[in-house]
């Protein structure tokens, strides 16, 4: 039994000391830190949303239609950016409360602070959550609600999700047309032009032969074809096709389409500005900046695989 006397003294310690603890809060701090969530508000309340940083301010209305952008420019959105931001204003969460009544609000950078996410509500009431400067705690900030006093303890992934600028809203690819819908494209840079014509339109694009200026290629040489035509996308805001003077462009698509059915030709015009080339749907009214190497690549890549080496 005295041999074991040390254990057990230990193990009666260690649970007077455990008592102790709880008994004066030690674990309080822990708890503190759970995530909660910091706002209570529905998505389908929502009727407006406001990104205000350093660099842009945004602006989004919902109407029956959805979402449109109304700052900088009502350019048009990419599906599910405009719901998946908001979705994660909602899902912020606070760890903890910080100072309950603020005196100072300039020690936590929200005296005048740069970054605020604003939603309008049905009934016209706003809240707006203010990020201030980080904490001393890598990976939080500072952040209040405009409308009450306290200050939290943001995560920054919390921060991160919400940090958009427009050009994460707006739809960045000017051609929308799936492989299988393209029966045919004819590709005109500088004077120079390139067709492309699909075998059997009833196959997938892999599965059908294709012809490339009269010569035949598979369906899978013909998607890596595809890949270069149809898969622009833009780095930069949107600029009004309007603005654009569209006489004689260097760069002219014309696709032919085959969807549910119907035969139509869908045809883009380029004009070369600097090193971009402005690329526009004929009848849309937004234009979209390529890099001219992008352009010159493509047109470069429509030739016809190399014939295999005689055995």
């Known amino acids: 039994m005295k041999r074991f006397l040390p254990t057990i003294i230990l193990v009666v310690l260690c649970i007077a000391g455990f008592i102790y603890a709880s008994s004066q809060n030690f674990f309080k701090e822990e708890e503190e830190q759970t995530a909660k969530a910091l706002l209570a508000i529905k998505e389908e309340d929502v009727t407006s949303y406001r990104i205000k940083t350093a660099a842009d301010e945004v602006e989004l209305q919902r109407k029956d239609a959805g979402w449109t952008m109304t700052k900088p420019s009502a350019m048009p ?29 300039g020690k936590f950078g929200l005296a005048s602070p740069t970054e605020e996410y604003e939603v309008t509500l049905k009934n016209g009431s706003k809240t707006t959550l203010q990020i201030g400067s980080p904490l001393p705690i890598y990976g939080y900030y500072y952040a209040k609600l405009k409308e009450t006093a306290p200050v939290y303890k943001l995560p920054e992934t919390s921060v991160r999700i919400l940090q958009k600028t427009p050009l ?9 047309i799936g492989y299988n819908d393209l029966t045919g494209a004819t590709v005109t840079w500088n ?12 196959k997938t694009a892999s599965e059908s032969a294709w012809k490339l200026d009269g010569k035949e290629v598979t369906g899978t040489d013909a998607t890596d074809y595809l890949d270069q035509i149809l898969l622009f996308s833009t780095e930069e805001l949107l600029k009004a096709a309007s603005s654009l003077k569209l006489d004689a462009p260097e760069l002219k698509l014309e ?55 005689a055995q």
Request: glycine share 8%.
């Open 191 to 202: 004077g120079a032009s390139k067709s492309l014509a699909k075998s059997d339109p009833a």
């Open 168 to 176: 994460d809203f707006i739809q960045k690819m000017p051609i929308n």
């Open 77 to 105: 959105l990419a599906p599910f950016e405009a719901d998946g931001w908001l979705n994660g204003f909602i899902s912020v969460t606070q760890e903890g409360v910080v100072d309950a009544s603020p005196a100072d609000l």
């Open 255 to 309: 696709l032919k389409v085959k969807k549910d059915g119907k035969d139509s030709t869908e045809t883009y015009t380029g004009k070369v500005d600097g090193e971009s080339v402005w690329i526009v749907k004929q009848g849309d009214a937004w234009a979209y900046s390529i890099p001219k190497m992008t352009v010159e690549d493509m047109f470069d890549a429509l030739v016809p695989p190399a014939p295999a080496p």
